[in-house]
């Protein structure tokens, strides 16, 4: 990997320096996925104590909600700017959320869940393997032995993720988060890079029409048999799959990628029969 790949990783994705933008053009997602995340913290409470980590929590969009559904969900986030949001979102609603701000590649909280989640394409900011698997070492260690992780990314579409260089999709208009008076623009400028499997992506942001930022957004891109791969690589075993947030199963045609995955030692552990005792053993 060149050095120059490594650099556009969410060491230089802008998009999550300014929350509000990033709340306000992304409303369109709105809760969708909400309900799939929340079956999955209610399998967590059978579980132990059943704690979540929401890891690439961002502004607390599901987090909130989850604390509100009454789960003990804890956040992990490497952007302060977007955890300062998840906290306001958390206190105006009347919860607390107990937040982390570190690095997915390399934490250590001291902690133990149930149920690890990533959602909403926060692994395709990890643009290498080793990002991958220093994340998938740091997911195991803070894993409770019948502990699961779900992630989800995107199912990849090269037709979509692709575009001629001038061309823009339309991605929102909204009220400028930062002066009432104005209206922002986002559109977005797509293009795919088959080595990297990158869909290198740019907000274009006009204010009242004027080209006011150009953010890159740079997504790697998981095949659904590589990330098989990259899951087992990483000492865990995929136990269920879905294709939408309904739990339906993964379809050729289908946008989302949802993955269960457990450390694939204990699994090991619990299928290993008893042990019948030795003959010394029966002897003594
Ligand atoms: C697309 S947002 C998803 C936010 C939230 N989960 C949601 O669904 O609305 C991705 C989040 O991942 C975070 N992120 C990206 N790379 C990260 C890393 N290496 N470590 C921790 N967080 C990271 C970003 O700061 C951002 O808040």
Redesign the pocket.
């Known amino acids: 990997m060149n050095p120059d790949e490594r650099a556009i990783g ?1 060491d230089r ?1 802008p998009v ?1 320096d300014d929350a509000t933008l990033y709340d306000g053009v ?1 409303e369109i997602r709105s809760l969708v996925d909400l309900t799939f995340w929340l079956r999955r913290c209610r399998e967590a409470r059978g579980r132990g104590a059943g704690r979540v980590l ?6 607390g ?2 987090l909130v909600p989850a604390l509100l559904a009454g789960y003990q969900v804890d956040g ?4 302060a700017a ?1 955890l300062e949001a998840a906290r306001e979102r958390a206190a105006e609603r009347g919860v607390i959320a107990r937040l982390f701000e ?4 390399d934490f250590d909280i001291g902690l133990r869940y149930a149920l690890i989640t990533i ?4 692994l395709q ?2 643009h290498s393997n080793d990002e991958v698997l220093s994340f998938l070492g740091c997911v195991r260690r803070h894993l409770q032995d019948d502990g699961r992780l779900v992630i989800e990314v995107m199912q990849p579409d090269i037709a979509l993720l692709d575009g001629a260089p001038d061309d823009e999709a339309p991605v929102a208009v909204l009220p400028d988060p930062h002066d009432s008076m104005a209206v922002l623009s986002v559109t977005e400028r797509r293009q795919w890079c088959g080595f990297s499997q990158l869909a290198r992506h740019t907000w274009l942001v006009r204010r009242d029409r004027v080209l006011v930022a150009e953010l890159p957004v740079h997504l790697r891109c998981f095949f659904p048999q590589e990330l098989d791969a990259l899951l087992r690589l990483g000492g865990m075993r995929i136990t269920r799959r879905w294709g939408d947030f309904d739990d339906g199963p993964p379809c050729e045609e289908g946008r989302v990628q949802l993955v269960e995955a457990a450390d694939a030692s204990h699994e090991a552990r619990k299928q290993e029969k008893p042990r019948t005792p030795g003959y010394f053993e029966r002897c003594s």
């Not at 929401?54 to 502004?59: M, N, S, V």
């Not at 959602?119 to 926060?122: I, Q």
């Open positions: 969410v994705c999550y992304n929401e890891i690439g929590c961002g502004t969009r599901l992990l986030d490497r952007s977007m570190a690095d997915c590649r959602p909403y394409n926060a900011h990890l």
